[in-house]
């Protein structure tokens, strides 16, 4: 059954299609294409990057290298904004900002090259950032160049994280003391922040959960909140 206003159906042989227009200069109309996957998510993100590149007008034969990095970047975070969830949108662009827009900024996309990013983002002299962190700085990464290898032809690259370390950290738990100090703190000069921390910690609500409510989830009366949950 075909999914209402998205053009994706599921075909007889178990794959999922996904159909968009394109303007055929030769033929001087719009003509169909399809693109396929195995799964629902899978042919919708195919989908969505087929559109984009669609509505991409550059009949150049040469990639534009004196774009700087932060140009394309730019342009990746409002595709997200567009077509992902709000929260994520919010993710990577915090990630952008504070861990590879200083780095890359001004970097024009000729120079650009798997020695220097891997230099870049591989070696930490000033602090040690957690594996988590760092796996997320490469995944927003290498998105933003696989952006920049489809809609300005530049050269494939993608960088891996270093190798991960196997040792289990303990988890420290705060104690009854801990938790009064920093309950304290956060009904003191209340403000959004806070309240975010204090929501995840009385409910048990993950982070990308928080970052998408909205007013009128929020029941004032009844002391209630409202969490849609969505599967992707």
């Not at 996309?109 to 230099?119: H, P, Q, T």
Request: net charge positive; hydrophobic share 35%.
């Amino acid at each position: 059954m075909a999914r209402h206003g998205e053009n994706i159906r599921r075909r007889k042989d178990g794959r999922w299609e996904g159909r968009y227009s394109i303007y055929e200069p030769k033929a001087g109309r719009k003509v169909i294409r399809s693109v396929y996957a195995g799964t629902y998510a899978a042919v919708k993100e195919k989908l969505l990057l087929a559109r984009m590149s669609a509505e991409i007008k550059d009949d150049k034969e040469e990639p534009d290298n004196d774009l700087t990095f932060h140009t394309i970047a730019v342009e990746w975070l409002n595709m997200i904004e567009k077509n992902r969830k709000y929260a994520t949108y919010i993710k990577y662009r915090s990630i952008y900002e504070k861990h590879i827009q200083e780095k890359l900024s001004e970097k024009p996309l000729s120079e650009l090259d798997s020695a220097f990013l891997s230099d870049a983002f591989l070696t930490h002299d000033e602090k040690i950032l957690s594996e988590s962190l760092e796996r997320s700085i490469i995944c927003v990464l290498n998105q933003i160049l696989s952006f920049a290898e489809q809609y300005y032809r530049i050269k494939p690259y993608q960088i891996s994280c270093r190798k991960q370390s196997n040792i289990n950290k303990p988890v420290k738990v705060l104690n009854q003391t801990e938790q009064a100090k920093l309950l304290k703190y956060l009904y003191e000069e209340m403000d959004i922040y806070k309240m975010g921390i204090l929501i995840c910690i009385s409910t048990g609500l993950r982070l990308g959960e928080i970052c998408s409510l909205k007013w009128e989830d929020v029941d004032m009366i009844r002391k209630v909140l409202h969490v849609i949950m969505k599967n992707i």
